[in-house]
């Protein structure tokens, strides 16, 4: 009888220890729990990720598109090239006359050569040396007439001499004036019109390269190709899209707080952005809106379906791109 009574102790002894841990434990959930809600509040939102509508800067036809929906690009990739046969053509033309408009202008900064020089001289040399002896000749023959009175030589004679004196005389200026031309070099006047063809020339070609770089679409940062408007052999221009780039490099997440968790968001200040599967990631408050604005409908707590609530975007630091647009997060801000 005393055994058994024993027995029946012993085991009240332990459901009364079990029940008290049971409690203890009980407790110590409770208190971490509501400890852990007292130094934290969470609030909802969504991803956000920017986008980039791509168009080709210039007008053609599309000779290549070289990403679809989904691939990932990096900053300088080449996306899309318009055909440029024409702009090639016509510049290799311009470039072909910037070489002649080049050498002519060298030619005329240069000016005559030495050799050139030294025949216009001996040309001046020469003509001074016919119109000498064609004076000479019509003193003679003016001299002879004068004294015989027109018997030793006739009047023609005179006249003969005295126009090839003259002819003389207009073929030494002539000379003289070719001399100094070569020997002075070629007129400013005309060195500048060559450099204003040159530069004329070179300008058209940049503008012909500008327009054959245009036809090339580059990526302007990392991202995502989330959509492909356009198709190899489509017309494009500066109008028209070709791509829409989602940027892996910035996201964020739009959520709304109420007027009692506005203390929690300052500028710049820490908070933990959770989402799929208990991940967690490290963000930055980058925005708080000045306005209180009605609580839109894709908030899902319910006790916020009537607040006022103000926007804020906090910076998602998501190194492993695992962040996703419109995906659903938690924002932990703590107290």
């Avoid at 702009?87 to 005329?108: R, W």
């Avoid at 000498?132 to 003193?139: C, S």
């Avoid at 707590?301 to 419109?326: C, M, S, W």
Wanted: some cysteine; glycine content about 6%.
């Amino acid at each position: 009888m005393l055994y058994i009574q024993g027995a029946c102790m012993k085991k009240l002894l332990i459901s009364v220890v079990t029940v008290l841990l049971a409690c203890l434990l009980v407790g110590y959930w409770y208190v971490g729990y509501y400890q852990e809600k007292a130094s934290t509040t969470k609030v909802y939102g969504n991803v956000d990720i920017y986008q980039v509508s791509l168009a080709f800067e210039g007008s053609g036809r599309i000779v290549a598109l070289n990403y679809r929906e989904g691939a990932r690009v990096h900053k300088g990739d080449v996306l899309g090239k318009l055909d440029t046969t024409n702009q090639e053509l016509v510049l290799a033309q311009k470039l072909t006359s910037k070489d002649i408009a080049q050498e002519k202008l060298t030619l005329l900064r240069n000016g005559f050569r030495v050799e050139e020089i030294e025949a216009a001289r001996a040309r001046l040399n020469q003509a001074k040396a016919q119109e000498h002896l064609a004076q000479i000749t019509y003193n003679r023959k003016a001299r002879v007439f004068k004294n015989t009175h027109g018997k030793g030589i006739s009047q023609a004679e005179v006249d003969e001499a005295k126009a090839a004196l003259d002819v003389a005389i207009a073929s030494t200026i002539a000379a003289q004036n070719d001399y100094n031309l070569k020997k002075s070099g070629n007129r400013i006047e005309e060195i500048r019109l060559a450099e204003l063809e040159l530069e004329l020339i070179t300008k058209e070609i940049a503008t012909l390269q500008d327009t054959i770089a245009r036809a090339t679409l580059i990526a302007p940062q990392d991202g995502v190709i989330r959509t492909r408007y356009a198709e190899v052999g489509d017309m494009a221009s500066p109008s028209s899209l070709a791509y829409g780039l989602l940027l892996t490099t910035d996201k964020w997440v739009r959520a709304y707080v109420d007027y009692n968790q506005l203390p929690l968001v300052n500028l710049g200040k820490e908070v933990t952005i959770s989402f799929a599967n208990g991940k967690t990631l490290t963000g930055k408050v980058g925005f708080i809106s000045d306005s209180a604005e009605f609580t839109p409908k894709n908030v899902e707590t319910e006790d916020l379906r009537t607040n006022l609530v103000y926007e804020v975007r906090i910076v998602a630091t998501d190194k492993n791109d695992e962040l996703r647009l419109g995906m659903p997060v938690t924002v932990i801000l703590a107290k």
